[in-house]
């Protein structure tokens, strides 16, 4: 028997206000990570060394790199990473986040290069965390924060692959049920 789940029945940018709300950050936590914007700037340039040099070692994600302004590119990551310090994660930080995901979707990145990234990107944002007088509450407000990006990043790919199966079979509903091996 298949299943509807509510889930199914979110969309647009009540999917970004579902996962905002689901990470559950305080106004203590946003507040913490937003004293440490100036931090995450100081850190940047030694995370775009480790992020580039990671993607340029690998030819299967390099390729994406070869046509790119460089100088663009490290500002975006730059200005992405600061963000994740900027202490406020409202529906317009999530629709930013969304535009970067279908960026990546757009050029056929696959998702797992940027997901295999995400541990270049956590020691840098743990570093910027610890530089905070209450370190362990600034690294698990990290934690939350670099999570919500992973969601909405994810989400960029899976309303693209949902768009195009449901225009395959007719319809979004059994797009997800296919997907989710019921149909």
Known sequence: MSTDHASWHIKGDSILT???????????ETATLGALQGAARVHAPALL???Y???????????????ASMDRLHTAVA????DLFSGNYNEQYAKKRLIIGDVHVRIGLPVRYPLAMIDVI????EQVAKTSATP???IKAFHKVLSLDIAIFNQAYEDNQLKHLAELVGGERLARLLLSGQG
């Open 18 to 28: 579902e996962l905002i709300a689901m990470m559950d950050l305080s106004a203590e």
């Open 49 to 51: 060394d480790a992020f």
């Open 53 to 67: 040099q990671r993607l340029l070692s690998h030819s299967n994600t390099a390729e994406y790199l070869q046509q």
């Open 79 to 82: 200005n992405w990473f600061t």
């Open 122 to 125: 956590m020691p840098f944002g």
């Open 136 to 138: 362990d509450a600034a």
